[in-house]
């Protein structure tokens, strides 16, 4: 889950690299525990230049070219023009510019470790404005995307601490920092910050000024943390119609704690967010109908029981299948309203798809079962 959360957590907001170090076959220990054979490999003499065609350009050219670039979406022209700038022209009053520019040049080509060098060079978290504290937020985005959640949850803990930055920003540094602690594993701390994130965002005396995207984001998340629980809910029949029982309940009990959430981000309005949720809810009911389905009759259950078993679990099941098919169809049509288009709306379109399938299977099967006809009576015998 982690990997999906990384492809659209972000995505409402938009150095020079070192030589590694290579290790070969032969520096391998050997069988024995003696220590291998060295070998000294020469090569030719290199001479290592910089880029040939940039270096007779200045700071101006070098800045325009990168500008131009850029808006052509040409980001990997750009990441060259400004990271040459940046490196080469210390002195430039387009220097810091540059810098955040490469940095967001190097995101949108998706990498990530330069983005992090060039962005790092300019934040400053604990005290920068302007572009600096911009840089800052975007160290913590890389340093998401890298995977190093401990690194980005210290930084947005400084950023979300700052009563000195506008309240769009502080929100958004706890909604960051929630999702990254989640990722993290800390789901306790993670369900704080993004509930204290939606209590400061609702004691606001003007809403206008922080845009929807963070506090449905905040919601969805929180729906997220449910929804995890949720999942890690087995239901084992093996374990007896009792305690069956009380699992389902439990789980259910979370599916609709999750699904209250993603409702509330529904609710705030934000396209993308409702999109996301609608989106969950309905694969929420999906996992509980092929769990349902394809689990055993509990062990205790014998005979007539277990026909009368399943004829209880169809009904449940066209229920959970129904519910689902209501909240994808919602989910387009809104996603049709507001003209959004996004991996949600293709993902919803295609579970509306299999769940309508399913749901016919299941009254074609119902059908067959009533057609059936009774077994014949068993005769008694003659006196």
């Not at 525990?33 to 065609?53: I, K, M, S, Y």
């Not at 890389?142 to 930055?165: H, I, M, N, P, S």
């Not at 993670?190 to 965002?201: G, N, P």
């Not at 259950?301 to 098919?325: A, F, H, M, N, W």
Request: aromatic residues 8%; contains cysteine.
């Amino acid at each position: 889950m982690a990997g999906t959360w990384r492809r659209w957590v972000w995505v409402g907001v938009v150095g020079l690299m070192g030589l590694a170090g290579c290790r070969t076959a032969g520096s391998a220990a050997r069988p024995d525990g003696a220590a291998p054979p060295r070998h000294e490999v020469e090569f030719e003499p290199v001479t290592v230049t910089g880029d040939l065609e940039l270096e007779r350009l200045n700071d101006e050219e070098l800045f325009a070219g990168g500008t131009s670039a850029f808006a052509a979406e040409d980001y990997k022209q750009a990441a060259r023009y400004f990271g040459r700038l940046a490196d080469f022209h210390p002195q430039s009053s387009h220097r810091r510019e540059a810098l955040y520019n490469a940095g967001l040049a190097h995101q949108r080509l998706k990498q990530w470790e330069e983005a992090y060098q060039r962005f790092s060079e300019l934040a400053d978290a604990a005290t920068g404005q302007g572009d600096a504290l911009a840089a800052a937020f975007r160290v913590a985005e890389t340093q998401y995307q890298l995977e190093r959640f401990e690194d980005a949850v210290a930084l947005l803990q400084v950023l979300a601490g700052r009563k000195d930055v506008p309240p769009a920003r502080r929100l958004e540094a706890q909604v960051q920092l929630g999702i990254c602690e989640l990722e993290a594993g800390r789901r306790e701390q993670a369900e704080a910050s993004l509930r204290k994130a939606l209590s400061d965002y609702e004691a606001l005396d003007d809403k206008d000024l922080v845009d929807d995207y963070y506090p449905a984001q905040a919601h969805f998340f929180v729906g997220e943390i449910y929804r995890l629980h949720y999942e890690e809910v087995a239901l084992d029949p093996l374990k007896g119609s009792d305690a069956l029982a009380k699992d389902l309940n439990y789980k259910a009990e979370l599916l609709l704690s999750a699904q209250g959430h993603y409702l509330r981000s529904i609710r705030v309005g934000n396209g993308y967010w409702a999109t996301a949720s609608g989106t969950q809810i309905g694969a929420m009911y999906e996992t509980m109908y092929n769990q349902m389905v394809n689990s055993p009759a509990p062990p205790e259950l014998t005979g007539d029981e277990v026909g009368i078993y399943r004829q209880e679990l169809r009904k449940k099941i066209r229920v959970l299948l129904t519910k689902s098919i209501n909240v994808y169809e919602r989910t387009l049509e809104a996603a049709e309203r507001i003209g959004s288009q996004n991996a949600f709306v293709d993902r919803t379109r295609e579970s509306l798809r299999k769940v309508k399938e399913l749901l016919l299977a299941d009254a074609d099967a119902e059908t067959d079962a009533e057609a059936e006809p009774p077994p014949p009576p068993v005769s008694k015998p003659h006196s």
